[in-house]
């Protein structure tokens, strides 16, 4: 399975907008982090986790060109705004494309994006069928297992596919979810920042402590804003914990 970092900024990108913080890039591009979003594929199958504001931008850098299935964490738009980038998808591959996520995020989708849906739905509108993920699917070649985690007071999904546990915008891991996560060969989680601590975020050493408790092989962090120089921070790292930049591409065996 190739797994495809299509953003891995955390709200606001890095720069954000006004070019503020731009100082901080020192010329390395790593530091330049588009919203986060993931591209999965397989032999049978091509997926995206989350859909930001960059989302049509983010395609065409990194040449995806069929989206079957989309996986959206949670509601916050930096997680859904790029939405509408799906029509071309939809019109090429002639469907609607499914959209799986929880109930709160289906009905959230539902009110920002109202002409999409029901009978006043704006012709041509992007056509996506959302669907309420509970419990683990078979897509073709994918096993895909909800993780539920926490986000501040609010709820969200993280997802693991295959041997991939993807996670963004976490402050706590449930026990039952780290059992769901445990035995996945790379597992993808959110560090905003090195310090200080964040009422829903977590911060890189305390992803780092997850990713030790958990023995996952492999950690790439995400999710990260303009503080976080990438030289610098991945010196400070164990050897099993990276940061992830935009378009890093990862095989993963199946």
């Known amino acids: 399975m190739q797994l495809t970092f299509l953003g891995t900024g ?13 100082d901080r890039i020192n010329g390395d591009p790593r530091n330049i982090r588009w919203r986060s979003s993931a591209w999965l594929k397989t032999d049978r199958a091509s997926i995206v986790i989350d859909t930001g504001p960059e989302f ?40 609607s494309i499914p959209v799986y996520t929880s109930q709160t995020c289906i009905d959230a989708i539902r009110r920002r994006f109202d002409y999409m849906f029901g009978p006043n739905r704006y012709p041509g509108a992007t056509s996506i069928d959302l669907e309420e993920i509970t ?20 709820n969200v999904l993280g997802y693991r596919v295959n041997n991939v546990a993807y996670l963004t915008d976490v402050k706590e891991i449930p026990e039952a979810t780290k059992k769901l996560i445990r035995g996945a060969d790379v597992m993808v989680l959110s560090g905003l920042r090195w310090q200080p601590q964040h009422p829903t975020h977590m911060t890189i050493p305390e992803a780092t402590e997850m990713a030790n408790e958990l023995e996952i092989p492999k950690t790439y962090l995400i999710h990260m804003n303009s503080y976080v120089d990438h030289e610098k921070i991945n010196r400070r790292l164990p050897d099993h914990v990276r940061l992830a930049y935009d378009q890093l591409t990862l095989e993963i065996p199946e």
């Not at 955390?10 to 731009?22: D, E, I, Q, R, Y």
């Not at 069929?66 to 964490?73: F, M, S, Y």
């Not at 073709?140 to 993780?147: F, K, N, S």
């Open 56 to 95: 049509r931008l983010q395609t065409i850098r990194a040449g995806l060109s069929q989206i079957d299935l989309v996986l959206i964490t949670h509601e916050h738009m930096d997680h859904i705004a790029g939405l509408d980038d799906l029509r071309p998808f939809c019109y090429k591959q002639e469907q």
């Open 135 to 154: 419990t683990s699917i078979t897509y073709r070649d994918m096993e895909i297992t909800p993780l539920p985690a926490i986000h501040g007071k609010i």
């Open 10 to 22: 955390t709200s606001m990108g890095v720069p954000v907008a006004g070019g503020f913080g731009k």
